[in-house]
């Protein structure tokens, strides 16, 4: 039989249980980054992919490997309009080159040109995160089908940025030039 002294014991560790469940699932909606450290990530990331636009040599710009595929320019340009499209996506700024082909756009093919719009992106990127709160970092959006965290999407830039500034790696041996050393931190 259980006496008082037993059932607020039992009433104190199921409230205490809840509390803790309650905090878990706050925590679990937290942002694991923040603002600063976003912005640093992405003032790296602006100042590495610069290096690998002045390590391709003028001649280089409009390299292709092989037919099929991007010339670097064409990387790079990629690489740009998904930096404005998920920065857009995640502050709710309006994309400047929304409906545009960066890829297709001949102005931005030579290398002074290049490196301009490339920087520029970078720059969207990094306003675009300045302008948030590490508190929106948690708000949901959704990109196509697919519903998930500003948070996330920004981790997808970040994702989607690497990846192609790697695929320039082979662009610049393949035109003979060393390219930059890995920039982690």
Same mark, same amino acid.
């Given at each position: ?13 199921? #409230?205490?249980?809840?509390? +803790?469940? #309650? ?9 694991? /980054?923040?603002?600063?450290? +976003?912005?640093? *990530?992405?003032?790296?990331?602006? @100042? &590495? ?19 099929? $595929?991007?010339?670097?320019? !064409? ?13 857009? +996506? ?12 960066? !890829? =297709?756009?001949? =102005?931005?093919?030579?290398? #002074? ?6 920087? *520029?992106?970078? *720059?969207?990127? $990094? ?6 709160? *590490?508190?929106? +970092? ?10 998930? /965290?500003? =948070? ?6 970040? @994702? ?8 320039? /790696?082979? &662009? ?9 050393? @890995?920039?982690?931190?």
């Amino acid at each position: 039989m259980l006496t008082k002294t037993h059932l607020r014991f039992v009433r104190f560790v199921f #409230a205490f249980l809840s509390l +803790l469940g #309650a905090l878990s699932a706050v925590q679990a909606a937290a942002p694991m /980054t923040t603002i600063s450290q +976003l912005t640093a *990530d992405w003032q790296r990331a602006k @100042e &590495y992919t610069k290096e690998y636009l002045d390590a391709m040599p003028e001649d280089g710009v409009n390299f292709k490997p092989t037919p099929e $595929i991007r010339s670097f320019a !064409e990387q790079m340009l990629h690489l740009s309009a998904a930096n404005y499209n998920f920065g857009a +996506l995640a502050s709710s700024k309006p994309n400047p080159m929304q409906g545009k082909k960066l !890829e =297709e756009m001949a =102005e931005f093919k030579t290398k #002074a040109a290049l490196t301009k719009a490339v920087m *520029d992106s970078y *720059d969207f990127m $990094i306003d675009a995160v300045k302008g948030m709160t *590490d508190a929106q +970092l948690g708000e949901s959006v959704k990109m196509g089908q697919r519903e998930m /965290t500003k =948070e996330v999407v920004l981790s997808k830039a970040f @994702e989607h940025q690497t990846h192609h500034r790697g695929q320039c /790696t082979i &662009y610049i041996r393949m035109k003979g030039v060393k390219p930059p050393q @890995e920039k982690l931190f």
